[in-house]
């Protein structure tokens, strides 16, 4: 009896803790959700191209002058020499053999900061670019834009909704999860009840066990996810210019506080469900 009753709650506890990896990957995305725009946004690049005979000392001396523009995120000189070796690879080997001079200017790749990624922004930008004397054109994927941010705001409210799901869902499988638990000593809690002990002495080991449950399982909960964060940095180590070391933190208070008292709370209304139950319902 003793074995099926530790088996039963480790069950219990393993059930719960994958529940709450759920609520801690969701809990990344959602107060990720401006970081990862803000990623996207500042990840895109502007095309300044310099004239023709402009040379590679003032493109890097132009460069340096816009990284001090409050809208500029970054900035990265692309050389003559760098850019004619670009187009080979595109075009050939033979496609500037036709020229006496290389006709691929210098340029400047751009960065913007989040803020100014929208396409009345970066109408303003481009106008403010154009006007340095040295500079020929400045280009952008003006469709892109405005699909980044369309999608953005999209992905934004369906991530919204589905973490509103997913707490819902975890909520009640959580709750179930306890019921079961406590519901198998429903005898014991009937037993207690009889002896004329009060509610509030019969809840007591069930809601300190359940507290101790629920920190197991999001103790439990929290471990997998830092491995699986772990796994994902040799993979995907962008994501670590996202998820900072404080926003883990705040995950796992978050998982930790969210064990405790779902498993509390559930474990509350189940006893209390049980002791007020007659005899004759403790067998159905």
């Known amino acids: 009896m003793r074995t099926r009753l530790r088996s039963a709650r480790l069950s219990s506890v393993i059930s719960i803790s994958m529940v709450l990896l759920l609520v801690g990957i969701a809990s990344m ?14 990840n895109m690049q502007i095309s300044v191209l310099m004239e023709t005979e402009a040379s590679d ?13 409050r809208f500029v995120k970054g900035t990265e000189v692309i050389t003559k020499a760098r850019g004619a070796a670009e187009m080979e690879s595109l075009l050939g080997e033979d496609f500037l053999s036709v020229f006496e001079t290389s006709p691929i200017p210098a340029s400047i790749a751009l960065t913007l900061k989040a803020d100014y ?22 280009d952008y994927q003006r469709s892109l834009v405005s699909a980044l941010n369309a999608n953005i705001q999209k992905i934004g409210l ?19 999860t306890v019921r079961l638990s406590v519901f198998s ?37 929290c471990a997998m996810l830092v491995c ?13 210019e996202i998820f900072t070391a404080d ?26 469900k049980l002791v007020r139950m007659n005899k004759d319902k403790l067998y159905s």
């Open 185 to 221: 000593r429903r005898f014991t809690i009937h037993t207690m009840k009889q002896v004329g002990a009060t509610r509030a002495f019969i809840r007591a080991p069930f809601l300190w066990r359940a507290a101790l449950q629920g920190l197991l399982a999001a103790l439990l909960a």
């Open 57 to 69: 000392e003032q493109a890097a001396a132009l460069a340096s002058e816009l990284d001090s523009l």
């Open 158 to 176: 369906f991530l919204g909704v589905f973490v509103l799901l997913l707490l819902f869902i975890s909520f009640v499988l959580i709750g179930n």
């Open 29 to 42: 995305l959602l107060l990720n959700a401006t970081r990862v725009s803000d990623y996207f946004k500042e």
């Open 117 to 138: 990624v929208s396409v009345d922004s970066l109408a303003v930008v481009k106008a403010a670019l154009e006007k340095y004397p040295l500079v020929d054109e400045v």
């Open 247 to 272: 926003l883990l933190l705040k995950v796992i208070a978050l998982v930790v506080a969210s064990g405790v008292v779902l498993c509390v709370v559930s474990t509350y209304f189940v006893v209390n």
């Open 228 to 240: 699986l964060l772990y796994l994902l940095r040799g993979e995907v180590s962008q994501l670590f």
